[in-house]
């Protein structure tokens, strides 16, 4: 049986739109590390497609030509700082990424007997893996892509500064919250749509909670700011205190302020002015934990988030990823599946998770169940926070 024509369409969409995103950089721009945590731009472009032909070649057909070498796009086995060096030239590796994407998406298309009795084709689970693998890689390229415009406009603004038309003011929480009642309720995910983490669905017992509405803003935020939160150690845990006198944070990572003392943010486009109630993000979760902590609140757990989600009681959970309290563990039940130990080496106590998505998020991830996650100290990604109060 072939792959259907709207998957394949999906996937020929995401495949066409990562492509896309490298059409304004240069070879420089493609492989130089930005972000100490965040690999080059190209290096997720080459993960996606190395990803793409080690499940349809090396895994359903035996056949490792793309994937004989694993030294580079497997991240075990390449550091950091190692990756940018030894992309492929820019060029090159578009013009043989689109050939490899032009056969594989012949192969789906054409597939038959016994190929497609593979038992990862069954339900077109392993075609959707991949377009979510692209999804996710879709993201970090933007996120790199916003780093490079941070960067630049670091070393210009002294000499191009930039005025906003409409001038960032600090605004008092209000508590606009919906009531979630103690009782049982549902979580996690279903087959073929979802990452192994959030299987299997599940009922979850919870307490009484109330939840804000919506996500914390710009305003409110600048209130935190303007209010000594930075600099009052009382409200963050040891280790994100020591994190922000080392690193000497101040606000969010994509913000900055002009001379004249007026706020502004930087996204992949340069500059532009903050809407007061926009969903902040550029936060890590020692920010967002201190900040639900100078308000009286705290972060919500994964499960009151996805439940609140569920229950469409809470607005704008995809203008900003949402910073949980918890750390990503395994549902009872959690099977490894296609990987034997990708998602066991995450299953720790430094990975946080974080619900909801940006505006950076493709369609292919959006969904209550999806379980994103980030060290503590990760702030270059697009994560902001929604408060919980009891």
């Not at 997720?44 to 030509?65: D, T």
């Not at 705290?298 to 918890?326: F, G, M, Q, V, Y």
């Not at 998020?361 to 902001?384: D, L, M, V, W, Y």
Request: hydrophobic letters at 35%.
């Amino acid at each position: 049986m072939t792959t259907s024509l709207a998957t394949l369409i999906r996937l020929r969409g995401i495949q066409n739109k990562t492509r896309k995103l490298f059409e304004g950089l240069n070879d420089i721009h493609y492989r130089l590390q930005y972000q100490h945590d965040l690999s080059p731009a190209g290096w997720y472009l080459g993960q996606a497609i190395f990803f793409e032909n080690y499940w349809l070649h090396e895994v359903i057909q035996g056949n490792k030509q793309f994937t004989e070498d694993k030294s580079l796009f497997v991240a075990d086995n390449c550091p950091i700082f190692q990756r940018g060096p030894r992309l492929p030239p820019l060029h090159k590796q578009i013009r043989d990424i689109s050939e490899q994407q032009d056969n594989n998406d012949l192969l789906l298309l054409e597939k038959t007997t016994p190929l497609s009795q593979h038992y990862l084709f069954k339900d077109e689970y392993i075609e959707n893996l991949i377009i979510q693998n692209y999804a996710l890689n879709y993201e970090s390229i933007y996120t790199v892509l916003n780093q490079i415009a941070l960067k630049k406009h670091k070393r210009s603004s002294k000499n191009q500064p930039y005025t906003p038309s409409e001038q960032l003011k600090p605004q008092a929480l209000i508590k606009n919250i919906s009531h979630i009642k103690t009782g049982h309720y549902s979580v996690g995910g279903e087959w073929p749509y979802s990452f192994d983490n959030e299987l299997p669905g599940h009922q979850i017992q919870l307490k009484d909670f109330f939840i804000a509405n919506t996500p914390v803003s710009n305003a409110q935020y600048l209130l935190f700011i303007e209010d000594g939160g930075y600099n009052n150690k009382i409200f963050w845990c040891d280790s994100g205190w020591q994190w922000r006198e080392k690193n000497n944070i101040q606000h969010p990572e994509y913000w900055a302020i002009n001379d004249h003392g007026q706020w502004y943010g930087i996204n992949h486009l340069g500059p532009f002015d903050l809407n007061n109630n926009d969903a902040v993000y550029g936060l890590s979760h020692f920010e967002a934990s201190a900040f639900a902590n100078w308000v009286g609140a705290r972060l919500p757990h994964e499960h009151e988030w996805e439940t609140a989600a569920r229950l469409e009681l809470i607005k704008s959970t995809t203008d900003a990823w949402e910073w949980c309290c918890n750390t990503l563990q395994p549902y009872q039940g959690f099977k490894a599946f296609p990987y034997t130990d990708r998602s066991q080496t995450e299953f720790n106590t430094e990975h946080f998770v974080l619900k909801g998505a940006s505006h950076y998020t493709r369609p292919e991830i959006k969904r209550a169940s999806f379980r994103n996650h980030h060290q503590a100290h990760h702030r270059h990604i697009f994560a902001g926070l929604r408060l919980v109060f009891d």
